[in-house]
């Protein structure tokens, strides 16, 4: 089984501030990975595919980037709506999620 | 609108059996595969099971096999998840999504499986 990895657990930051989200992979997944995001009582939601294709509606602000087994989500400036939980999955052998990095107001 | 409606959610004390449904509309259902995804209380996701558009291909996390039977019926636009022999560490959401050429792009609302005595 691939093993997702993320990091920071907890991110802080500002609204307008940027946030980098990290995603680490036990073994390669080429660029089958994507991001996903979730508040509270609602659904996950994607945002990123093929490590850096924006889902439909996704906005520019969010870009991905990455390949084999190192990955990163880079919010550019974070808007209120944006403080929520962040999961990385990997799709390139069966399908496994990171567990998951949670983005609050600082 | 493209949409997933998850039911048959509920209380059942370990052992006992439940069936999920998952309502698909909006788009062409039997063209696309299909998971179930989990989240325990307070948890991450975690995949659960995936069924193939003709449903010829079936795959499980490993601690579902021999418990739960994922299946489906394009003719009724719907998945089922059929959960017997439950276990308190089956407590989640349980959610479908939509995969295909993008993964995981539509997720329905989620039901809630309680297991407990």
């Known amino acids: 089984e691939i093993v997702m990895t993320q990091s920071p657990a907890t991110l802080s930051v500002s609204p307008g501030e940027r946030a980098t989200l990290s995603c680490r992979a036990s073994?390669?997944?080429?660029?089958?990975l994507a991001w996903y995001q979730q508040k509270p009582g609602q659904a996950p939601r994607l945002l990123i595919y093929d490590t850096s294709t924006r889902a439909t509606g996704i906005p520019a602000r969010f870009s991905g980037s990455g390949s084999g087994t190192e990955f990163a989500l880079t919010i550019s400036s974070l808007q209120s709506e944006d403080f929520a939980v962040y999961y990385c999955q990997q799709y390139d052998n069966w399908w496994t999620f990171g567990q998951g990095t949670k983005v609050e107001i600082k | 609108e493209v949409q997933l409606v998850e039911s048959g959610g509920g209380l059942v004390q370990p052992g006992g059996s439940l069936r999920l449904s998952c309502a698909a509309s909006g788009f062409t259902f039997s063209t696309y595969t299909m998971n179930w995804v989990r989240q325990a209380p307070g948890k991450g996701l975690e995949w659960v099971s995936y069924?193939?558009?003709?449903?010829?291909?079936?795959y499980y996390t490993d601690s579902v096999k021999g418990r739960f039977t994922i299946s489906r019926d394009n003719a009724k636009n719907s998945l089922y998840l059929q959960m017997n022999s439950l276990r308190d560490e089956d407590t989640a959401v349980y959610y479908c999504?939509?995969?295909?050429?993008?993964?995981?792009?539509?997720w329905g609302q989620g039901t809630m499986v309680t297991v407990s005595s």
């Open positions: 073994q390669s997944v080429s660029s089958n």
């Open positions: 069924i193939s558009s003709r449903s010829s291909t079936i």
């Open positions: 999504a939509r995969d295909g050429v993008i993964p995981f792009d539509i």
